[in-house]
């Protein structure tokens, strides 16, 4: 029997052995999101010698799996997951599967699994020299957001590496972000506070970057992200103060990037949740890559 257990700090080493060198680009593969967002999702994880397997809470039919990750007999780490929900009483389920793992899945148990897309968990992805750039005619209005920054501001982009008095201010800021979107009834909200506040805690030991930009001394925008895969960097947390400062949100998104990313190919910016208006942003950027996310379940017998 799999004996699950909650995602410690500790457990990074451990956890980062076998999510190292996977070439999936899914935001779900790294252990800052796994261990920050566990409140939410009741993140559980186990290993055996060849696989990392991690259960969780969906909103909708309760416990689920990621896609296992290691390097041993994929039908026979599946089947140890089928065994655990047995256990439970609950459907089997994986979720959170890109294509590439899907076609992975189906090759060792063909016509075993139903496939169908979550468009909510889809990951957005975009080139960094799209994000630095902004090049193109569909890229307009973002120039001119940051155009208006630069000449309405005196402004600066100071690097959170090394500056733990800056990341003090990043929880000062945050605290008045939450306060200021007090009036969103998104629930998500919450879970947001707790995931950004655990990895400004965690700052170094989670290995992340980290960047600001300052409006006359004061803080207005603040991103953290870390390299995802060989190629690929994900930013985690993007939060701007939007009153009476137009285009804050435009200027950290090119200038973290910029800093801290420019050496990757590719920045994985995360999924949008269902929510309408953070999808509409996201979309605004023409992603290069819509890294789609599917829940598998077994056909019925």
């Known amino acids: 029997m799999l004996a699950f257990r909650k995602i410690e700090l500790s457990d990074k080493e451990l956890i980062d052995s076998y999510l190292q060198g996977n070439n999936y ?47 041993g007999d994929l039908k026979e780490a599946v089947n140890l ?8 009483g609950t459907r089997f389920q994986l979720r959170g599967l890109t294509q590439q793992m899907c076609d ?36 307009q209005s973002k120039r001119n957001h940051i155009n208006r920054f630069t000449k309405e501001n ?11 008095e800056l990341v003090k201010e990043c929880h000062r800021m945050l605290r008045q972000w939450m306060i200021d979107n007090a009036e969103d009834k998104d629930p998500s909200l919450v879970y947001d506070n707790i995931a950004t506040k655990l990895m400004l805690e965690n700052f170094e030991y989670f290995g992340l970057r980290g960047g600001v930009i300052c409006v006359e001394g004061r803080m207005v925008a603040f991103s953290l992200g870390e390299p995802l895969t060989q190629d690929t960097f994900i930013v985690h947390v993007e939060k701007a103060m939007t009153e009476n400062v137009h285009g804050a949100y435009a200027i950290i998104n090119q200038q973290f990037v910029l800093h801290e990313a420019a050496e990757y190919t590719y920045i994985n910016r995360e999924e949008d949740m269902g929510i309408e208006s953070l999808r509409k942003a996201k979309m605004s950027y023409q992603p290069d890559i819509l890294l789609e996310k599917f829940v598998a379940r077994e056909k019925e017998q």
Request: hydrophobic share 30%.
């Open 25 to 71: 680009r899914s935001s779900d593969l790294c252990f800052c999101n796994l261990y920050c967002w566990q409140e939410k999702f009741k993140t559980e994880f186990t290993t055996t010698d060849e696989w990392l397997l991690i259960r969780f809470r969906d909103n909708v039919d309760g416990n689920s799996y990621l896609f296992p990750m290691g390097k």
């Open 81 to 88: 997951l089928k065994q655990d929900s047995e256990n439970l």
């Open 104 to 139: 992975e899945l189906q090759a060792v148990e063909p016509d075993r699994f139903t496939f169908k897309l979550n468009r909510s968990v889809s990951d957005y992805i975009y080139t960094s020299e799209k994000l630095i750039h902004l090049t193109g005619k569909k890229l």
């Open 154 to 164: 005196d402004w600066s982009y100071k690097s959170l590496t090394n500056n733990p």
